[in-house]
């Protein structure tokens, strides 16, 4: 049959999570939606597993507003949100190369909070890592590949300290490991309940902010904030002469560029646009022992809102699930 498009099950109808309008959790809805077939350029993926961000949660509220922009201004263009994947190549179109039949893979995606998703093909997707399941692998495009691309812009390097603020989270559960692999010394800040989940990741030292300031004078080389919550001023302060501050929600970035640029420290914000070898990359951090995932809860598909609630509420450690049922 040459490399055309593989002949499929006659079945049309697969399963996904369909919502028509913004909102609360409860917009997302089951439904049976027409099966994808895959163009020239594009691969059809069989999905096993995929998660719950905090990105998909702004999506589904369209909050903050700017989000309409490009999600759609008064409803949302595609019904089916989802960004990470870890499933089977079913089908390809002609023109695609990146894969094979029947390999298995991971990696960013969209509306993949369905059974099946079209993808492009030579996108931000690998081989799956030889020692993860579906649903771990699923986990690490959007949490672990944020935690790359600022460590990396703040020239992580060995022998320097790292302080990362928000520790147990998707983003700083990776964060911490992809810094000790880098060689850095790593302090954690999180919660009581999660000081435990963070040692246990290979930070050196752990701080409960609910107990302690984080905030000490001229103390780290980096200060990566992973939530947003540790408060800018605080973080500078803490940092060294020619530090780097890092967070991927930082607001008012000029400003704060001015500021770094008044007090000798760099500011790294922005949106992290990662490669596909950022993502070989971090594979093969996972096969060498040296990164591993956090998965706090898991959800089938059919449990989707209850799921988008959990994440809503703002205390998730490390990620959650959406396991997608195939025979």
Same mark, same amino acid.
């Given at each position: 049959?040459?490399?055309?498009?593989?002949?499929?099950?006659?079945?049309?109808?697969?399963?996904?999570?369909?919502?028509? &309008?913004?909102?609360?959790?409860?917009?997302?809805?089951?439904?049976?939606?027409?099966?994808?077939?895959?163009?020239? %350029?594009?691969?059809?993926? &069989?999905?096993?597993?995929? !998660?719950?961000?905090?990105?998909?949660?702004?999506?589904?509220?369209?909050?903050?507003?700017?989000?309409?922009?490009?999600?759609?201004?008064?409803?949302?263009?595609?019904?089916?949100?989802?960004?990470?994947?870890?499933?089977?190549?079913?089908?390809?179109?002609?023109?695609?190369?990146?894969?094979?039949?029947?390999?298995?893979?991971?990696?960013?995606?969209?509306?993949?909070?369905?059974?099946? !998703?079209?993808?492009?093909?030579?996108?931000?997707?690998?081989?799956?890592?030889? %020692?993860?399941?579906?649903?771990?692998?699923?986990?690490?495009?959007?949490?672990?590949?944020?935690?790359?691309?600022?460590?990396?812009?703040?020239?992580?390097?060995?022998?320097?300290?790292?302080?990362?603020?928000?520790?147990?989270?998707?983003?700083?559960?990776?964060?911490?490991?992809?810094?000790?692999?880098?060689?850095?010394?790593?302090?954690?800040?999180?919660? !009581?309940?999660?000081?435990?989940?963070?040692?246990?990741?290979?930070?050196?030292?752990?701080?409960?902010?609910?107990?302690?300031?984080?905030?000490?004078?001229?103390?780290?080389?980096?200060?990566?904030?992973?939530?947003?919550?540790?408060?800018?001023?605080?973080?500078?302060?803490?940092?060294?002469?020619?530090?780097?501050?890092?967070?991927?929600?930082?607001?008012?970035?000029?400003? &704060?560029?001015?500021?770094?640029?008044?007090?000798?420290?760099?500011?790294?914000?922005?949106?992290?646009?990662?490669? !596909?070898?950022?993502?070989?990359?971090?594979?093969?951090?996972?096969?060498?022992?040296?990164?591993?995932?956090?998965?706090?809860?898991?959800?089938?598909?059919?449990?989707?809102?209850?799921?988008?609630?959990?994440?809503? &509420?703002?205390?998730?450690?490390? %990620?959650?699930?959406?396991?997608?049922?195939?025979?």
């Amino acid at each position: 049959m040459g490399r055309g498009i593989v002949p499929l099950p006659q079945a049309t109808n697969v399963k996904a999570a369909v919502y028509i &309008r913004y909102g609360p959790p409860d917009v997302l809805q089951i439904k049976e939606v027409e099966k994808p077939t895959p163009k020239d %350029n594009q691969v059809l993926i &069989r999905i096993f597993a995929t !998660t719950v961000t905090s990105g998909d949660v702004r999506i589904r509220k369209a909050d903050p507003w700017i989000v309409r922009l490009f999600a759609g201004l008064t409803r949302p263009k595609k019904p089916i949100i989802g960004s990470e994947l870890a499933g089977v190549v079913e089908a390809m179109g002609k023109d695609a190369k990146q894969f094979k039949l029947g390999d298995q893979v991971f990696g960013g995606g969209v509306s993949t909070y369905a059974e099946y !998703t079209c993808v492009k093909d030579g996108g931000l997707r690998a081989l799956k890592p030889a %020692n993860m399941t579906f649903e771990e692998a699923a986990t690490i495009p959007f949490g672990s590949l944020s935690a790359l691309h600022f460590l990396r812009k703040g020239n992580v390097r060995k022998g320097q300290s790292v302080l990362i603020y928000g520790a147990s989270g998707g983003v700083g559960t990776a964060a911490v490991q992809i810094a000790k692999s880098f060689g850095a010394e790593v302090t954690g800040v999180c919660s !009581t309940a999660n000081l435990d989940l963070v040692r246990s990741l290979g930070a050196d030292k752990v701080i409960d902010y609910t107990k302690e300031d984080y905030a000490k004078p001229a103390t780290y080389d980096i200060v990566f904030d992973t939530v947003g919550k540790g408060g800018f001023f605080r973080g500078m302060k803490s940092l060294k002469k020619r530090g780097a501050y890092l967070s991927a929600l930082a607001l008012a970035p000029i400003l &704060r560029k001015l500021w770094g640029s008044f007090t000798g420290r760099r500011v790294v914000g922005g949106i992290a646009n990662p490669k !596909t070898e950022d993502l070989v990359f971090l594979k093969e951090l996972i096969e060498a022992g040296k990164l591993r995932t956090v998965i706090d809860r898991r959800y089938p598909l059919e449990q989707i809102a209850e799921a988008h609630r959990y994440v809503e &509420r703002g205390h998730k450690k490390g %990620n959650v699930v959406i396991i997608v049922g195939h025979e």
